[in-house]
Structures are given as C-alpha cells and as structure tokens.
C-alpha cells in the first residue's frame, strides 16, 4: 500500500509541475538588431542599431523589427494587437531595450528620426525632460496617447520621399 501511495503522490507532483509550467505568463525578450541586415517590417529599409531602433515581438516569438517608432505604429495600426506578445523601443539615451508600455515620449516635429517620425523614447521621465529642455522643444507623451497619435511624417520625410 504504500509503494501505491508513493506513485500516486509522484504523479500528482509531476502533474502539478506540469500544469504550473502551461500556466505560467510567457516571457518575451527583444533581440538583437543584426545591422546592415535587419530590415524594418514595413519599409524595409536597413535598420541601424541605435536610439530609433524598436520591435514587436510576436505571441509565437517571431520578432518584427522597426527603423522607427512610427512604423511600429504603422505596423499595429493595420495589424492590431491580438498577435503581439511584447513591444520594445530603445531608451534614447542608453539605447537599452524597454518595454514601449513602461517608456515616455518625446514628440516634436523638429525632432530627426529615421522616418521622420519626430518621437522618440526614454526609460525614465527626468531623461525625457532633460531631452525637451536641451532641445528647447518637445511634447512628453504617454503610450496612451501614442495609441492616438497622428503618425504623420514630419519635415517631408517618410515612406513617401523615398
């Protein structure tokens, strides 16, 4: 009886193992740009690995690479967020991946992107004001209201100039 226990108890470990490795919150992580090679999701121009640089990274882990925030946008606008696992844009400063929900913005028209996007992206709020504050411009923006930004292109730059 209690070799019987002992299997018993086993299997229901395993089983519980089991069910809390299905259970648990996938995990995604942004990936390397391989510069000179990498080129962005929609324009499919070669993405340089600098402050610019953002990705999608897919439910099934595929990764989507962007030379702009902008075209991520783009990309979401047309595709929605139903297959997307996790957004990441670089701090501007460090050019450290985070996560695009936990970032700030910086918009202005005169700011230079590679699409002429004109925003760009911090890790910490002080950075952004420091940014705003040197260039003498800028709007600070949450990811919210990136959702209903107007992703036009500034200064004549973009898709359309090239």
């Not at 699409?115 to 992206?121: A, K, N, T």
Request: proline share 1%.
């Amino acid at each position: 009886m209690k070799k019987k226990t002992v299997l018993v108890l086993m299997v229901l470990v395993l089983a519980l193992g089991v069910l809390a490795a299905c259970g648990g919150k996938t995990e995604y992580k942004a990936v390397a740009i391989n510069e000179g090679v990498d080129k962005c999701e929609v324009c499919q121009m070669l993405i340089k690995d600098d402050q610019y640089a953002t990705q999608i990274i897919l439910k099934d882990q595929k990764p989507l690479k962007f030379d702009d925030l902008g075209d991520l946008y783009v990309w979401l606008n047309k595709n929605g967020r139903d297959k997307v696992g996790a957004a990441f844009v670089r701090d501007y400063y460090t050019k450290e991946w985070i996560n695009l929900d936990q970032a700030v913005f910086v918009y202005d028209k005169g700011i230079k992107t590679p699409m002429s996007f004109g925003v760009v992206s911090f890790a910490k709020e002080a950075d952004a004001d420091k940014f705003i504050k040197e260039a003498g411009a800028g709007k600070k923006m949450t990811v919210k209201e990136l959702d209903s930004h107007d992703w036009a292109h500034s200064m004549g730059g973009g898709h359309g100039s090239m």
